[in-house]
């Protein structure tokens, strides 16, 4: 049976403000948002029992296309990974109306200090004034990107959400804060203080991604609860790392994290895991980034799948590079044996691209290469300089 628990116990916030049945489904939950509808309303919206429904025919739902993308590469998928970490929930798949929200994906707005290149305005307030030059230079007023500056302000406009948030305390088990940047948003750590002093904070577990250039002023609140999985999102190593997440530096990232680990080591509650996001700048540097993590004491590394922007995913490959990098993948298979399964899997999604989606010349993907130039030239970078090898076999040059 093709079931997935999430639609029965979650509900996930976009940094825009509005809602989605989770952080992968590709279609946000119509005519609602944090402004005007709760959590529960969402949760117990139309599209959400459809959703419900759907699952219980066996049925393939359109909206979770990201999911059964991984599975068919022989990926775990974020559908199995729940089904196991949930696994303990009492959950009654035959009522269309869930079994109430124990698990809150948030995304509390977009307020970020980095402008990763596999990102956009509307997961980072510093991409916005970006992409409002892109636009502005062409003579463009009319684009969205002042508009989503704007929207992922929410959290600090709406005092419903926050005191929705607190009625749903007591029954919450699970917290996962993503970006933006969590650690930049003072209202989460007021919320996780809130669940301290009422009593519900050993019952709760936490789930970070963090762009690592980030340390919390006071992390002795996380000593109050039930476990704190840190997840590291570091998708390459030393220089090109700074070059796919501008703004951020490699000594600092590499410091913040073993500061997270001494926590670690003085018994606080906390997990680590590299969250790496495979995608086509980072992927003939798989060696360098496993060898340095093993330098890192991780407690997991996670193969993430970057699905957009679509012109930087795996699944859109430039036939130029294909051979290449599964040659190059085949040998990391092998010395890198325990990510063997994971390996197969990224070769797979190389194997089996689709350039249908893409407007231009599959064999070198223009739309790609659009892209990386129109960001190298606006901070005077060149990805044919810092990234060489994948450079020279999707045929970038500035």
């Not at 039930?226 to 990232?253: L, M, P």
Request: charged letters at 30%.
């Amino acid at each position: 049976m093709h079931k997935c628990i999430l639609p029965w116990i979650s509900i996930e916030t976009t940094p825009l403000g509005n809602i989605r049945p989770c952080c992968l489904y590709t279609e946000e939950i119509p005519n609602m948002d944090l402004q005007n509808f709760t959590l529960e309303d969402a949760f117990n919206s139309k599209a959400m029992r459809d959703l419900r429904r759907s699952f219980r025919r066996n049925e393939k739902p359109s909206g979770c296309e990201r999911c059964w993308m991984e599975e068919d590469a022989g990926k775990k998928s974020k559908r199995q990974y729940m089904l196991d970490k949930f696994k303990h929930l009492n959950v009654d798949y035959s009522d269309n109306n869930g079994t109430g929200l124990k698990f809150l994906d948030l995304k509390l707005g977009n307020i970020c200090n980095l402008k990763c290149r596999i990102c956009g305005s509307w997961s980072s307030s510093k991409w916005a004034k970006e992409e409002i030059d892109y636009e502005e230079t062409r003579g463009n007023t009319d684009h969205v990107y002042k508009d989503w500056l704007k929207r992922g302000q929410w959290p600090r406009k709406s005092n419903k959400f926050w005191n929705n948030l607190d009625k749903l305390l007591p029954q919450v088990k699970y917290f996962e804060f993503t970006g933006g940047e969590p650690w930049m948003i003072k209202q989460h750590f007021d919320l996780l203080q809130r669940a301290v002093d009422k009593g519900f904070a050993k019952d709760i577990d936490i789930h970070y991604n963090t762009n690592t250039t980030q340390f919390p002023k006071d992390p002795s609140i996380w000593k109050h609860f039930k476990h704190v999985q840190i997840a590291f999102s570091v998708d390459n190593t030393e220089k090109r790392f700074e070059y796919e997440r501008y703004g951020a530096k490699w000594e600092t990232s590499n410091n913040n994290i073993k500061k997270v680990h001494k926590l670690r080591e003085q018994g606080y509650p906390i997990t680590t895991q590299l969250c790496c996001t495979w995608n086509i700048q980072n992927i003939f540097y798989l060696d360098e980034i496993l060898t340095w993590a093993n330098t890192m004491s991780f407690d997991s590394i996670h193969f993430n799948i970057m699905h957009d922007p679509w012109q930087f995913s795996l699944s859109k490959t430039p036939i130029s590079a294909r051979s290449p990098i599964m040659l190059y993948l085949q040998k990391q298979q092998i010395k890198h044996s325990k990510f063997k399964n994971d390996i197969i899997s990224l070769k797979k999604f190389v194997e089996q691209s689709n350039m249908n989606e893409m407007p231009d010349d599959p064999e070198t993907g223009e739309s790609l290469h659009k892209k990386l130039r129109q960001t190298d030239l606006y901070r005077n970078q060149n990805f044919a300089i810092s990234h060489s090898k994948i450079a020279k076999v999707i045929k970038y040059e500035l």
